[in-house]
């Protein structure tokens, strides 16, 4: 983090050169209600320097914090604590694309937008701007007790189609499966609801086995009574990075074969792969904190701070 520190303490203009190259290479996707463009470009010439005046404001998604808190510290050359105060990565990450659309937020790092996101997007008009920063992967998870180690992509389906209401069908105990699922406006739920893609066949959860937060679906498969006949599901990073505790009592499934890891997420043999992204609307002037902003994260420089906050960069 030294090295991130005095490389931004130094002016925008060396840093906006490194921007330039690193998002001008045909990287930068634009999503949702616009068509693809194939650059950002940064502001070709001056200075800027950020300040805790005109710092962006920063939410998404609670995987995405510690990327956050340290592209917030590194560029305002602040404590992690002091930036934490500053950004806001709490609610659910539609909650967070709707609040960038209303304007309470400037710049997003974010999982994929759920379908609420995209309507309310369209309904009030708003475009936004969004590059691919990093990937993570939909694991599912269960109790240490459970036997079995590995789920196949069908078998997945199944249970959460009711077709398999049994671990013993999938090489474990003859107990019943308890499947967790997350609400429908979390992140985790989008990503479920794109890869899994069961659309309406998706068996209605009991009221007490639909989860409000990670962390709670989490403790309902590693700490609550039951929790031994528990399937659920979060993404990679927030499991290892953030609640890595939980590890002590329950496990990631292997998915056809494959453990999720930074390799196989990097290389796709785990199935389950998706992008995140950092997000600003589409009109953000060139000079706007939040744009210059947005070049730096998605610039070499902010690769590699992604990579060094243990996430997998693209």
Do not use: H
């Not at 200075?47 to 305002?76: D, I, R």
């Not at 180690?149 to 997945?156: A, D, F, G, R």
């Not at 989008?190 to 069961?198: E, H, S």
């Amino acid at each position: 983090m030294k090295t991130f520190k005095c490389l931004l303490a130094l002016t925008l203009a060396a840093v906006l050169l490194l921007s330039f190259a690193a998002c001008s290479g045909g990287k930068t996707e634009t999503e949702t209600t616009t068509k693809p463009e194939e650059t950002v470009t940064a502001l070709p010439t001056g200075n800027f320097t950020f300040t805790t005046e005109n710092y962006p404001k920063m939410g998404g998604s609670l995987a995405a914090k510690p990327l956050g808190q340290a592209v917030t510290a590194s560029v305002l050359s602040i404590s992690r604590e002091e930036a934490d105060g500053m950004i806001s990565f709490t609610g659910s990450t539609t909650d967070n694309y709707n609040a960038l659309v209303d304007g309470k937020f400037d710049i997003l790092l974010a999982y994929e937008p759920s379908e609420q996101a995209l309507a309310y997007a369209k309904e009030k008009g708003f475009e936004w701007e969004m590059t691919a920063v990093g990937a993570d992967a939909l694991v599912f998870i269960c109790s240490k007790e459970n036997k079995v180690e590995s789920l196949t992509t069908q078998q997945i389906k199944d249970i959460y189609t009711g077709k398999i209401t049994k671990w013993s069908e999938v090489g474990g105990a003859d107990s019943a499966i308890i499947p967790y699922q997350r609400n429908k406006d979390s992140g985790s739920q989008t990503l479920f609801d794109k890869i899994i893609n069961l659309g309406d066949d998706l068996i209605a959860p009991a009221k007490d086995q639909q989860i409000g937060s990670m962390i709670g679906l989490l403790e309902a498969v590693a700490d609550y009574e039951n929790s031994a006949d528990a399937l659920g599901y979060t993404v990679y990073y927030y499991l290892t990075n953030m609640e890595g505790e939980k590890l002590n009592t329950a496990k990631i499934l292997a998915v056809d074969g494959v453990a999720p890891t930074n390799d196989t997420i990097a290389s796709g043999k785990y199935p389950f792969v998706n992008d995140f992204y950092v997000v600003i609307p589409k009109n953000t002037p060139e000079d706007a904190p939040a744009r210059i902003l947005y070049n730096w994260i998605c610039s070499e420089q902010g690769r590699q701070l992604t990579e060094q906050e243990g996430y997998v960069a693209r």
